[in-house]
T-cell receptor
Framework: KNEVEQSPQNLTAQEGEFITINCSYS?????LHWLQQHPGGGIVSLFM???GKKKHGRLIATINIQEKHSSLHITASHPRDSAVYIC???????????FGKGTKLSVKP | GAGVSQSPSNKVTEKGKDVELRCDPISGHTALYWYRQSLGQGLEFLIY????????KSGLPSDRFSAERTGGSVSTLTIQRTQQEDSAVYLC????????????FGQGTRLTVV
């Protein structure tokens, strides 16, 4: 079992739909990162969370430390949101992130 | 600089040759990370620098891989005697003080070993 699990693996949505991507982790963490990777490979950091909820534009990220679960929500989805969304956990004791396998999102017009 | 800069953006090399990949982190960021993403695979941790030292080299896949960081800034990832399985996108990231602070990623170097 991977230490960081994401669901769904693939997601197709219609423009305007509300989207939720889930991330569950089995390790103790001090921070959780949500990353966005567009075709061509560039990665952008969306959020870094250690508790609660953060919002940036149409993106909302939440984390429940007790349940070891985080969600990324996209409101009013748009085709330009099409990308791979990656959840990554930082355990604190090493310098590395433990990555989920990513969720490939495709938003159709 | 404004962001994390990696060079070259693309590199095609013959099997058996050595390659050097460069990462220029955001100015002032003490932590620097190298990751690898093979085709169709997720991201894989390679090595982490705090300043010039590398407290965690656990992800380097073989002794053909080495990395250094000088002056607490630029880092070079060297792959000796490249093999076809080394073909991947190599990503560098930096953060202010470690992964409890936000990480910023470069655009990556796409390495193809032929």
């Amino acid at each position: 079992k991977n230490e960081v699990e994401q669901s769904p693996q693939n997601l197709t949505a219609q423009e305007g739909e509300f989207i939720t991507i889930n991330c569950s982790y089995s390790v103790g963490i001090s921070a959780l990162h949500w990353l966005q990777q567009h075709p061509g490979g560039g990665i952008v950091s969306l959020f870094m969370l250690s508790s609660g909820k953060k919002k940036h534009g149409r993106l909302i990220a939440t984390i429940n430390i007790q349940e070891k679960h985080s969600s990324l929500h996209i409101t009013a989805s748009h085709p330009r949101d099409s990308a791979v969304y990656i959840c990554a956990a930082y355990g604190g004791s090493q310098g590395n992130l433990i990555f989920g396998k990513g969720t490939k999102l495709s938003v159709k017009p | 600089g404004a962001g994390v800069s990696q060079s070259p953006s693309n590199k095609v090399t013959e099997k058996g040759k050595d390659v050097e990949l460069r990462c220029d982190p955001i100015s002032g960021h003490t932590a620097l990370y190298w990751y690898r993403q093979s085709l169709g695979q997720g991201l894989e941790f390679l090595i982490y620098f705090q300043g010039n030292s590398a407290p965690d080299k656990s992800g380097l896949p073989s002794d053909r891989f080495s990395a250094e960081r000088t002056g607490g800034s630029v880092s070079t990832l060297t792959i000796q005697r490249t093999q076809q399985e080394d073909s991947a996108v190599y990503l560098c990231a930096s953060s202010l003080q470690g992964l409890s602070t936000e990480a910023f990623f470069g655009q990556g170097t796409r390495l193809t070993v032929v």
